[in-house]
T-cell receptor, first 114, second 114 residues
Framework: DAGVIQSPRHEVTEMGQEVTLRCKPI?????LFWYRQTMMRGLELLIY????????DSGMPEDRFSAKMPNASFSTLKIQPSEPRDSAVYFC????????????FGPGTRLTVL | KQEVTQIPAALSVPEGENLVLNCSFT??????LQWFRQDPGKGLTSLLL?????REQTSGRLNASLDKSSGRSTLYIAASQPGDSATYLC?????????????FGTGTRLTIIP
């Protein structure tokens, strides 16, 4: 398996622009997670899905952030409008409910908002 | 609210030495604990996962232990190598059914000196 795939790997944009981050989970995994990592706050869970349904979005910072999972193999995290304080590394992870629920992470998207 | 602490924040040891990384958590009601490594600019790689009913897990030169009652886990690395240099994070998952939220520690940045 190719593991969790994220795109783009790097994104530089200007304040006010819309940003869309993409994730393909490991095939057969029924949980998908979006995390944000910054030096100040470490790793934070933003939202997670189970069988394409959002279960907990309490970590989403504000209405500018939205996430969707239209099918089992694809998810997006959208920021509109983007702000400089959104600059961070965004990780996607997936796991399966059967077994140990071990989470596997993608390589991340480094977002810079100017 | 669960809090996870990793001390020290940074550690440097000569190559070949054995070392121990520490992880403490405030709420002992956990389902499992996972250790990850993160290389600079990269995603997280899962190293070991310990279920709450287990005391330890081993993989190669790595051994993770769990003392749930005292809220502690350790990651033991034997015969350290320069390739072990990375940031090591621990994360705990709560016991309540269907709650997949991991709480991460802030990590220990490990440097192995050749």
């Amino acid at each position: 398996d190719a593991g969790v795939i994220q795109s783009p790997r790097h994104e530089v944009t200007e304040m006010g622009q819309e940003v869309t981050l993409r994730c393909k989970p490991i095939s057969g995994h029924d949980y998908l997670f979006w995390y944000r990592q910054t030096m100040m706050r470490g790793l934070e869970l933003l939202i997670y899905f189970n069988n394409n349904v959002p279960i907990d979005d309490s970590g989403m910072p504000e209405d500018r952030f939205s996430a969707k999972m239209p099918n089992a193999s694809f998810s997006t995290l959208k920021i509109q409008p983007s702000e400089p304080r959104d600059s961070a590394v965004y990780f996607c992870a997936s796991s399966q409910s059967i077994g140990a629920n071990e989470q596997f992470f993608g390589p991340g998207t480094r977002l810079t908002v100017l | 609210k669960q809090e996870v602490t990793q001390i020290p924040a940074a550690l440097s040891v000569p190559e070949g030495e054995n070392l121990v990384l520490n992880c403490s958590f405030t709420d002992s009601a956990i389902y499992n604990l996972q250790w990850f490594r993160q290389d600079p600019g990269k995603g997280l790689t899962s190293l070991l996962l310990i279920q709450s009913s287990q005391r330890e897990q081993t993989s190669g030169r790595l051994n993770a232990s769990l003392d749930k009652s005292s809220g502690r886990s350790t990651l033991y690395i034997a015969a350290s190598q320069p390739g072990d240099s990375a940031t090591y994070l621990c994360a705990v998952r709560p016991t309540n059914f269907g709650n997949e939220k991991l709480t991460f520690g802030t990590g220990t940045r490990l440097t192995i000196i050749p």
